[in-house]
């Protein structure tokens, strides 16, 4: 099983850019995927998660209104685009799976991506 997380990089303050993350090995069309971030010397920290269906998503709140999280079960893969980003979004951004349905802690993280790097100059 692999999570290809892409679609880092360096964006100026008010920027966007999308993330992709493409699992491969099995298919996760009946499980939870969410994004988490971590900035240097800091906790992995929730970001986003959307249900199997795609019908339900949930945001942290410095993210809310500025990222959308979906997904495309046919291609096994999950996006997160991210508008009107701020120095303070900055961070190795991790896609993950996990079998609840809701906001997943860390402990309910059945696999993660290898993370993706994302940089905002102010």
């Known amino acids: 099983v692999q999570l290809q997380a892409s679609g880092g990089g360096l964006v100026q303050a008010g920027g966007s850019l999308r993330l992709s993350c493409a699992a491969s090995?099995?298919?996760?069309?009946?499980?939870?995927m969410s994004w988490f971030r971590q900035a240097p010397g800091k906790e992995r920290d929730f970001v986003a998660s959307?249900?199997?269906?795609?019908?339900?998503?949930y945001y942290t709140d410095s993210v809310k209104g500025r990222f959308t999280i979906s997904r495309d079960n046919a291609k096994n893969t999950v996006y997160l685009q991210m508008n009107s980003l701020k120095p303070e979004d900055a961070a190795v951004y991790y896609c993950?799976?996990?079998?609840?349905?809701?906001?997943?802690?860390?402990?309910?993280?059945?696999?993660w991506g290898q993370g993706t790097l994302v940089t905002v100059s102010s």
């Open positions: 959307i249900t199997w269906s795609g019908y339900s998503t």
């Open positions: 090995g099995r298919t996760f069309s009946s499980y939870g």
């Open positions: 993950a799976v996990h079998s609840n349905q809701g906001i997943p802690t860390i402990d309910q993280i059945l696999y």
